[in-house]
């Protein structure tokens, strides 16, 4: 909204910009938010305490004055370099497994918990839990973190694959979306990962999971390379982002699978889940997808919009 407000208007001289603020130390947040909780974004900020009212009020009145007449079209994040190394979902999992006493604390673990990631992993024979510590060498990478399982059980609900479907997802990791798609739909799935040790343990993963199938793996592949560098497969047309990279990582693949419609037209669809206004308003405004579903998370939506799948199908 605040780019294309600013391209709309730009020539009659408005200037649109957004602020986008991370934990604020309001009194409701101090009120309501158990100390365990604020130490946990605490960890996470790049500095070393949390914002206040007047961070926000200072930074609007900026971009309203003459100072900011050649800012526009932006959202200025005001949160502390929260989102540089944000907490995960795992994180909370386990201040959530810690305390159980709380009113808050149960609602956290009704929402966030849904089924115990240990259950779905023994009945599927794999090993998914945790995420990257580290940051990658590259700052176009993003750490990974599975998706929730409560999450995909959600998805599925409302977007069901179909068995000839083929599904990539890129920055699978150790391959819980690519197993869980199988077990469910028998679909065929592609996990692309760059670092060696989730490709490593995606495979014994693989192995681990047949195991339990007579069937072969065909159907299944992993492979490790950047994501820029998959080669799409004519079969491929689900494709699948936990906004595992930026923007411009994502351009190029999006440039990919149009080039690959090019040779061979079918339907494509596109599943972000927690995507990043860059990649929707890439989507939205420079190519031929357009929004088909979006798939709500109860009780984590309405508090953060980011929290849900979008669905991007391609016009032809």
């Known amino acids: 909204m ?34 365990a909780v604020l130490d946990i974004f605490g960890e996470f900020n790049a ?31 005001v949160e502390g370099g929260h989102y540089i190394v944000n907490p995960s979902i795992s994180d909370f999992y386990d201040y959530v497994t810690r305390a159980k006493s709380t009113p808050f604390i149960k609602k956290m673990k009704q929402v966030h918990i849904t089924m115990e990631v240990k259950n779905y992993d023994e009945m ?69 990962e760059m670092n060696e040790n989730f490709y490593k343990e995606a495979i014994e993963n693989l192995n681990g999971y047949m195991k339990k199938r007579k069937n072969d793996n065909n159907d299944i592949e992993f492979h490790c390379c950047l994501a820029e560098e998959y080669d799409i497969d004519k079969q491929d047309n689900h494709f699948y982002f936990f906004n595992p990279f930026s923007v411009q990582i994502f351009m190029k693949i999006i440039n990919n699978i149009l080039l690959s419609f090019e040779k061979g037209p079918r339907q494509i669809e596109l599943i972000l889940y927690y995507a990043s206004q860059d990649y929707i308003f890439f989507l939205e405004n ?12 109860p009780g984590l939506t309405e508090s953060n919009p980011f929290e849900k799948f979008v669905i991007y199908q391609l016009l032809y």
Request: aromatic fraction near 12%; include cysteine; proline fraction near 5%.
């Open 286 to 297: 420079q190519t031929a997808f357009e929004l088909k579903n979006e798939v709500i998370l």
């Open 124 to 192: 599927l024979n794999i090993r998914t839990e945790g995420e990257q510590k580290k940051f990658n060498d590259s700052l176009h990478y993003h750490r990974y973190e599975p998706t929730p399982y409560s999450a995909l059980e959600h998805l599925f609900k409302e977007y069901p694959l179909k068995r000839n479907d083929r599904i990539v997802d890129f920055g699978c990791g150790k391959g819980r979306l690519n197993f869980l798609i199988h077990h469910f739909y028998q679909s065929s799935v592609v996990g692309v």
């Open 2 to 35: 605040t780019r294309y407000l600013a391209a709309q208007y730009g020539k009659d001289h408005i200037r649109c910009n957004g602020v986008a603020p991370g934990l604020i130390l309001t009194p409701a947040a101090k009120n309501n938010m158990p100390q």
């Open 47 to 77: 500095l070393p305490y949390h914002g206040e009212a007047d961070d926000i009020g200072y930074t609007v009145p900026f971009l309203a004055s003459e100072e900011s007449k050649f800012i526009t079209g932006q959202t200025i994040q």
